[in-house]
């Protein structure tokens, strides 16, 4: 089974002091699995910016194949396992 998905960004990015907040994002996990594997992804916001931002949610949907069985957040971050929405503490 291919485990192809969207992943969208949603960065409403509010800087906490000035303007020179830079946020990345990456995403590690495999490309492919089969019926039955545990597929494990890692998502990871940094901001490498001076500033602080705050409201930083990422959006990230599975495909209909994939039955969700747990997240783990950061600390102080939370995520809604129907909508896929990660919501970030300040970074």
């Known amino acids: 089974m291919k485990t192809c998905h969207t992943l969208l960004v949603v960065l409403l990015v509010f800087p906490l002091a000035g303007v020179c907040a830079t946020?990345?994002?990456t995403k590690d996990g495999p490309n492919t699995a089969r019926e039955?594997?545990?597929?494990?992804?890692?998502?990871?916001v940094v901001n490498t910016g001076i500033s602080g931002v705050a409201g930083v949610e990422v959006l990230d949907t599975l495909p209909a194949?994939?039955?969700?069985?747990?997240?783990?957040?950061?600390?102080?971050?939370?995520?809604?396992?129907?909508?896929?929405?990660w919501t970030l503490p300040t970074l």
């Open 65 to 85: 194949e994939v039955t969700f069985v747990q997240a783990i957040p950061t600390p102080g971050g939370s995520y809604d396992s129907i909508t896929g929405i």
């Open 23 to 25: 946020v990345t994002l």
């Open 36 to 44: 039955g594997n545990l597929i494990e992804y890692r998502l990871e």
